[in-house]
């Protein structure tokens, strides 16, 4: 999930929408945005609202009070106007001057100010489908800090310069899933609990590394390995993390100090993405892999997933970066199935692992018909 952003950016480009002389079409870092003829200039300094945030009720009824377009519980979202997508808001400065009086905050290019503005991020609600946690979920204070969440990828809009050409990189398929994560990682705890778990890991014959405990679970949660005596009693496994551990066999195939993140996809798990399945069945993409704490490069995650004969994510280009190729494969079905006729996005990353200002060199794009589709939302 992208970080929380509003910001002063400039507008880089202007030019005419090609279906509508009242209307322009402004560019704003990677962004398009539909505004009112002549309204904003290049050079011009706004305020922009990007697309999947919550806008607080002052602000929505500021900029939509005379507007003929009104949102839905204050969300902004990819819409289309007159046949061009429109994502998010640039709004003049003058425009929020009745906003911005008396906050003290300085007019900056770049500066983040959703904070200040009360903006929030749209959180999806959780479906029936996420409801039916089989594993039981683990207290905070008991979760092993070993198990890290996987990194949160940043739209390449916001960051258009974060490649240059000639990075050698990767683009794989992202998938409209839901994030899963396993792995084999030091047993944390205090004394008592780390004691307990190695006697518990010694008579059960579970410890396959000395020293180690597997987990698995979704972005947010782990869960517990209850199969061993749940499946005793002939009870089927629903769900979809520990299905997915258990159908590809990831007890058995990770090395210690190896976590595998991947996404789980089928009939059921997001609405309208089955990607060929049928009902109940469920498979996964493996995208990235840490080993000792570290994201590996991209071979590595590559080699393991035809080694372990566990499915990755379609890659859908390897080779030098140029800026043409986030159009040339942002369209189209997926590589999954092609009966799948939107792709969710793709995932450009450096082959070998590389650091941004903001992070790893990994970004996202996510295709704007995917985004322009209210029941679409991404989840982790």
């Not at 001057?97 to 290019?109: F, H, Q, R, V």
Request: glycine share 8%; with cysteine; hydrophobic share 35%.
């Amino acid at each position: 999930m992208s970080e929380l952003r509003t910001t002063f950016e400039k507008v880089i480009k202007v030019e005419k929408h090609p279906n509508a002389d009242r209307l322009d079409i402004v560019t704003i870092l990677g962004w398009e945005c539909v505004v009112g003829r002549d309204s904003l200039k290049v050079g011009d300094i706004v305020v922009y609202f990007p697309i999947e945030v919550i806008l607080p009720e002052n602000i929505e009824e500021m900029i939509f009070s005379k507007s003929k377009i009104k949102l839905y519980k204050r969300r902004i979202r990819t819409i289309r106007i007159r046949g061009v997508y429109s994502q998010g808001l640039a709004i003049p400065l003058e425009n929020m001057d009745s906003i911005l009086a008396g906050t003290g905050i300085e007019i900056k290019e770049g500066l983040n100010i959703a904070e200040e503005l009360g903006v929030e991020k749209y959180i999806p609600p959780v479906t029936s489908d996420f409801k039916s946690v089989f594993g039981k979920q683990k207290k905070k204070r008991v979760s092993n800090p070993n198990f890290h969440k996987y990194y949160d990828i940043q739209h390449i809009k916001n960051y258009p310069n974060a490649f240059q050409d000639g990075d050698d990189i990767i683009i794989t398929e992202k998938i409209h899933g839901t994030n899963g994560r396993a792995g084999y990682v030091p047993i944390s705890g205090n004394i008592f609990q780390k004691v307990w778990k190695l006697v518990k890991g010694y008579v059960t014959g579970e410890m396959k590394y000395f020293g180690y405990e597997f987990v698995f679970g979704s972005h947010n949660i782990q869960l517990e390995d209850r199969e061993s005596f749940l499946n005793e009693f002939g009870k089927p496994e629903t769900n979809v993390y520990a299905r997915a551990v258990k159908q590809y066999d990831l007890k058995n195939k990770i090395l210690k100090d190896e976590v595998f993140y991947f996404e789980i996809y089928g009939p059921g798990i997001q609405k309208g993405y089955k990607y060929g399945l049928e009902p109940g069945e469920i498979a996964i993409g493996l995208f990235d892999i840490k080993v000792k704490g570290k994201y590996a490069n991209s071979p590595y995650v590559t080699g393991s997933s035809i080694f372990l004969d566990i499915p990755a994510v379609p890659t859908l280009y390897v080779g030098d970066w140029n800026a043409d190729l986030v159009e040339r494969f942002i369209d189209g079905p997926s590589a999954i199935c092609f009966d799948q006729k939107v792709r969710e996005g793709i995932v450009v990353k450096h082959r070998y692992e590389e650091k941004h200002y903001t992070g790893r060199k990994i970004f996202k794009f996510i295709n704007p018909e995917y985004s322009a589709n209210k029941n679409n939302t991404e989840h982790h």
